[in-house]
């Protein structure tokens, strides 16, 4: 992030934040370049970034002044599914986005990777090269089956912050939070059993399920507090559930914390019909709120929640490191890890265990938490300016996802297809449902830097669903 765009960003944090009144005067260019150390250009520069985002007007002669502050899109409604034993489908539409991970030219406003070019990660690259060259023997070596320990300890020290008490034994390391939910699943699904989503739901997890032959249930989801247990409840009465999927902190995409009541009330419910959690918690350490908040985990007091995460989102998707808290079901985990996957390798297990030892992962993780913040607050600010009236945008409490609701006439996966010819990748609806509904909504990435190339890409997405209601 240059120191422009910085600027730009602690400025419109604290007009969102009411610092600034509306018609205020804003200090002058010279005053601010003192204030903050920065050069004249470089506070001209931030405030012609704000004036683009609407958010300050210039006057002749006067400065620049607070802009008349627009009104917040709607936060979507409840999702409503339709609440029955489905086969999930799309995968052909997901292997596409996958292939287009490769494909540089393309802009992935579809995927749902962090920003791995923070100067904060550089101690973990020299961490890496350290070990490869004063440590060729042990990383070349097959690893433990439940990963290394001194990474298992680091995690089982970082989920106290989460208020789950295990110690490094509770642990499997395995090749992401991806790997841990198919362990998982494996341990304690069959096929033809039936699984419970939120809806919109994770698609990565859902072809998880139609991998493994689980039908999938989807459960009508608030986008601010999280899953109906009304609506889980009976869908539990009228199917035999195996058990639910959930990302209750900083879900994915409607971006979510689940308040602690309702946590506790679903975990309530799974010990009355006797089903399993499968708990997601891999963006719950990007919550913008201090201490980051609880999991369902650290209520489980019978082992029937399986606690699975990674440093997939929180540093960086090539390390392939997660884990899974398996409760009563760890030798089952250790078992199909074996059956599955094998072991881990060590390389980035050491690095990552170093990395978080030191200190440099909190570090991190302040650095990023408030560049995903400040990002989604100018790609909402984008949506005001480029979209069309009547749409409906989730309010995240952290993590990196937008969820934008359009009007019902917009085909979200016929107007992906026509950005693909503009080099521009979106993620429609569809793909995060198992029955196909959400056809006029997508999800954003805000991980992408909120540079000049990506408010361009964003004003063409704006330009094609304004033609796609013509």
Known sequence: MTRYQHLANLIAERIEQGLYRHGEKLPSVRALS????????????????????????????????????????????????????????????????????????????????????????KPLWREMTRLVQHHATDIFSYDELTGRRELREQIARLMLDSEAVVNADDIIITSGCHAALAIALLAVCKPGDIVAIESPSFYGTMQLLRGFDIKAIEIPTDPQTGISIEALEMALEQWPIKGVILVPNCNNPLGFIMPDARKRAVLALAQRHDIVIFEDDVYGELANVYPRPRTIKSWDIDGRVLLCSSFTKTIAPGLRVGWIVPGRYHDRVLHMKYAATGTNVPTTQLAVAAFVREGHYHRHMRRVRQIYHSNMETYTCWLRQYFPCGICVTRPEGGFMLWVELPEMVDMVCVAKQLCELKIQVAPGTLFSASGKYRNCLRINCALPTTEKHREVMEKLGEAIHLAME
């Not at 006067?62 to 034993?85: E, L, W």
Request: no cysteine; glycine share 6%; charged share 15%.
């Open 34 to 121: 003192q204030e903050h150390g920065v050069s004249i250009s470089t506070v001209q520069q931030a405030y012609q970034t704000l004036e683009t985002l609407q958010l300050i007007t210039p006057q002749p002669r006067s400065g620049y002044f607070i802009a008349p502050r627009k009104a917040q899109p709607p936060v979507p409604a409840m999702s409503r599914p339709v609440q029955r034993p489905v086969d999930v489908t799309h995968w052909d539409q997901i292997l596409t986005m996958l292939d287009a991970r490769h494909d540089k030219s393309i802009i992935p406003f579809g995927g749902g990777s962090p920003d791995i070019t923070q100067p904060s990660l």
